[in-house]
Structure formats: C-alpha cells, structure tokens
C-alpha cells in the first residue's frame, strides 16, 4: 500500500462490561469506585490496522468475531477502551439493513431524512436521492410506505442512498445480503467505478464469495484479533481450513457470552 | 459549556430536520394526521370544561371558566407531554446512534420540539378561542416567550435525568406518568390559588409548574409581569438549576455507554 494511510488503528482494544443486571451497571456507571461485579468481554483485542486511499476491504470472520465492533470503531460510532484511532475523511457508515429508516415513512421521506441525518447539505441533496432512486430501481413503492417493502427493496434503497452520498469512506455491514443477483452484480460494478475515483470501502461479509470478488484485500477476524490480511484467494482458504479445524470450537462458552445488544437497534 | 453551544448551534438543522421527522411519523398514519395535534387537546378541554363547570366554586375568577381552564392548561400540557416524549427519546432515537454524529444530550431537545411545534398549534387556537371570549391583545402576550424558554429549560434537565435513566430502569417511566397526573391537581389549571386559606398558599408555590401555569395567564389573562409572584418564580428557577446540574451530571456519566444498552 503505497498510498498514504486513510484509516489508521493503532492497539485498539474495545472492551464491553457484561453486567449481571442494567442495575448494577448503572450504579457503578455513576458511581464508579469500588469492586463490581462485571465480566469483561474483549470484542477486539490489539488491532492494528492501515487502509489507504482508493482500498477496498473486505472483513470476514465468525459470528462475534468482532467484525462489526470493528466497523463500528472506525466509523467513530463506539470509542475504543484504548488504542488510537486516525481516520481522515468523511464517512458512510451503513449498519444493518435500512437502520434508521422508519416504516411509516416513504422510502423517498426515509432517503430525504438519511441524507440530512448524514450531515449533508441540502442543495444537493435532491439530486443525491432521486440518482440513488434510480439506481434502487423499486419502482412505484419508492412513494409507499417502507412497511410495505420487501427486505430486498429496504436493503437496495439503504445500499443506493450511501453510495450516492459521495462520502470518502464507506462501511458497509453486510449491505448486500439479502439483494438478488441482478442487483449485486450492478452494485459491484458501481464500488468498483468509485475505488477507481478514489473512494474507499470497508465491507464486512459473510459470502466468501463477494469477498473474493469485490475485495482486493481481505482481513479475518477470529475472537477479535486479526488473524490473516492479505490476499483474498489467500486468506479465504486459510479461514475455511480453521473452519474445518474448528468447526467444534463453536460450542466454546465464550461465543455465547456475546454482549447482548450489539445489533443495530431497530426503530419499532 | 462553549463547545456545548458551538455544537448546539452547528447542529441545530439537524435538530429541527429530525423533529420534523418526529412530529410527521406520530401522525402520518391516522386518517385525519394532523388534525389530531388540534382534535386530541380540544376533546380533552371539553371533557374537563364539562367536569370542572359542575364541581368549581364560583366565587374565584373573574374570567369564564373556559379562559380560565385553558390559558392553564395549554403551558401543563406542553410540559407534561414533551416531559414523557422525551423521557423516551434516547430509546426511541437509539437507531441513531449508529448513523448520526450527533451529541447525545441533544437528542432529548428532539422530542421537546418535536411537542413544542404541537404547543404552537395548540396555543394559536387556545388565543383563537380567548379571543372569541372576549379577551383583548395585550403586549403581555409576548412575555410567553420567557415561560416558553423557562419550560425549555426545566424539560431539558428533567429530560437529561430521566432519558438517562429510563434506558436502564424501565419502571420510571410509569413513576413520571402517575407523577404528572398527581401534579395536574397539584398546579392551578382549574382550581384558583385564592380557593386556600392564606397560609397554605406558600407550600402550593413551590411546585415548579405553578410557575409555568400561572405563568401562561399572567401573559394572557392577568397582564402581569413574569416576576410578580417571587416565591412561585424563586422556587421554579431553584428547581431548574438543581436539575439541569442533577441531569448533566447524570446524562454525562450514563450516555457513554447507551450503545451498549438502549
């Protein structure tokens, strides 16, 4: 990477305390002195970690191996317990499919309040959402209200409105999940065109095979470190192979123990 | 406090934008939207004019009963709603956390304007119907501006408490909803002060509503100046400082971890 670093992590660790009730964590969240009944759940565990300008990553792992934490630091939405944290340029985050989108509102409404919501500016922003409507391509429902949508229609227009937002980074959290094969094949043409402008995109992911498609570079994560980054045919071997290895390790009380609200939460 | 009101001020279309966004989802489903904003408050006024013209005692005011009940209730009103909107706010708005680089303690001030846009609905008609009553404009309607600003700035450190505190002890939400019934017959929105004997009267003054809803008919109704009932506006303000300090301190210690818990 001969680009300049973007993003830069240096021995960040994020810690979650797991509490036996909200109760005893909010009385030693006030008054915090004394010894208290917590466990300590280490999500990410000494990353170190550059991204340059115009990379696209891709971050793949097991269920709770700290992928989404990871996202979640770099975006600037959870601080870590310790390590530093450099990211220049603005970003995209995009947790979860349409968080922050409301049913009752249209999925033109949710796409005018996701632009303001990211900070940007108003006199552009018509034309930012009517490109990313375009781009969705769901049709009429884009004036119903988003109850009515498939999960598909919500991912897309989700998806559309954080690339057209021309932000320096983007993290996508397992975007494309659910969006059908047409769909992803467009979606992965337009990352590639903005990498080419220069654009850089985080990507976590369960399907190795987006991985290897999109990505020119892949991390693996397992019990928050970073346990392979380089090549996508490289690393996505060595993770099936510790599959296999480990396929019984799964049982193992620590993966259980994940804290409990790390989804994105949902608006109801 | 300086970068608080830089931010404040940098952030403040993002504020309004999602209180807009607030106030449109709480009526874009129902048929007739809006007009609930107006229909809702109205029937309530109805009911308790039909109530209260039964059981009050005559003898109190000079204004008809309908000025007298409402210039009181529209302010309590405000209050009591926006207090419960906004006790709710750091749950209801925790799908943001995620996407919006936006101070937390601001987020309360979300929910307070989203039910301050309704008030202004509201207090246009409450001054339509005085009007009709034959309650003249005064210049004194514009000091509602400060018992707006009061009621603000009570709400925001309450809020401050009780949103920071509700994401972890459900329960108080119920303990704010009987409180605010309990305060309703303890402020004067259909009893009159002069209904008690004198030396009561200085303990019903300490309630920090008294302020705020005599306030409104002090602008209103009375044509007085904000500070003529000292001991009811030195309770209000002690009140209000104490819990804007109480809910800073407590939003301050507690929001860090709201990720991990709302």
């Known amino acids: ?268 | 406090m300086g970068t608080f009101l830089t931010e404040l001020y940098t952030s403040r279309k993002l504020i309004v934008q999602l209180a807009l966004r607030d106030f449109k989802i709480k009526y874009v489903r129902n048929y007739f939207g809006l007009a609930w904003a107006i229909i809702e408050p109205l029937a309530m006024l109805m009911i308790m004019l039909l109530v209260f013209t039964y059981l009050r005692n005559r003898s109190h005011s000079e204004y008809p009963f309908i000025v007298y009940l409402l210039s009181g209730v529209v302010g309590f009103n405000f209050f009591s709603t926006a207090l419960g909107q906004a006790t709710h706010s750091i749950k209801s708005f925790s799908f943001m956390i995620n996407l919006v680089h936006l101070r937390m303690s601001f987020v309360p001030f979300i929910s307070i304007l989203s039910t301050f846009f309704t008030h202004l609905i509201v207090l246009g008609i409450a001054i339509f119907i005085l009007l009709l009553n034959g309650i003249g404009f005064s210049w004194y309607w514009f000091q509602l501006l400060y018992f707006m600003l009061a009621s603000w700035l009570l709400l925001i450190g309450l809020t401050w408490f009780t949103s920071a505190l509700v994401v972890y002890v459900r329960d108080l939400q119920y303990l704010i909803s009987i409180g605010m019934r309990a305060m309703f017959f303890l402020t004067p929105i259909f009893w009159d002060i002069t209904m008690f004997p004198e030396q009561y009267r200085h303990y019903l003054k300490i309630n920090p509503l008294f302020h705020i809803v005599e306030g409104y008919r002090m602008s209103l109704l009375y044509h007085q100046p904000f500070w003529s009932d000292g001991l009811a506006m030195l309770s209000f303000w002690v009140f209000t400082l104490f819990f804007l300090f109480v809910g800073a301190f407590v939003f301050r210690k507690l929001s860090p971890n709201f990720i991990d818990v709302a």
């Open chain 1, 1 to 268: 990477m001969n680009e300049e670093a973007q993003i830069k992590l240096k021995h960040v660790i994020k810690q979650y305390r797991l509490y036996n009730s909200d109760t005893t964590r909010l009385v030693h969240t006030l008054f915090p002195f004394g010894k208290s009944r917590y466990k300590s759940f280490t999500a990410l565990n000494d990353i170190n970690l550059e991204v340059g300008k115009g990379e696209i990553v891709g971050v793949i792992g097991r269920n709770g191996s700290g992928k989404s934490t990871l996202l979640r630091v770099i975006a600037g939405v959870t601080a870590p317990t310790s390590g530093n944290v450099k990211v220049c340029g603005t970003i995209v985050p995009l947790f979860g499919l349409g968080a922050g989108f409301h049913a009752e509102l249209t999925g033109r409404e949710n796409l005018h309040y996701f632009t303001i919501m990211q900070n940007f500016d108003n006199y552009q922003s018509e034309d930012i959402i009517q490109q990313a409507i375009d781009f969705a391509d769901i049709g009429h429902f884009v004036d119903q209200p988003m109850r009515t949508y498939s999960s598909g229609m919500r991912a897309r227009l989700a998806f559309s409105i954080s690339i057209f937002l021309d932000a320096d980074i983007m993290i996508l959290d397992e975007a494309l999940a659910v969006g059908d094969a047409h769909f992803k094949e467009k979606s992965y043409e337009k990352m590639h065109a903005l990498i080419n402008s220069g654009k850089t995109i985080i990507m976590a992911t369960h399907s190795e095979k987006e991985a290897e498609k999109v990505c020119k570079r892949v991390i693996l994560l397992q019990n928050g470190e970073i346990m392979q980054d380089g090549l996508p045919e490289e690393v996505i071997k060595f993770y099936r192979a510790s599959i296999k290895r480990n396929a019984p390790a799964n049982k193992k009380p620590i993966n259980n123990q994940r804290k409990k609200k790390i989804e994105t939460p949902e608006e109801d």
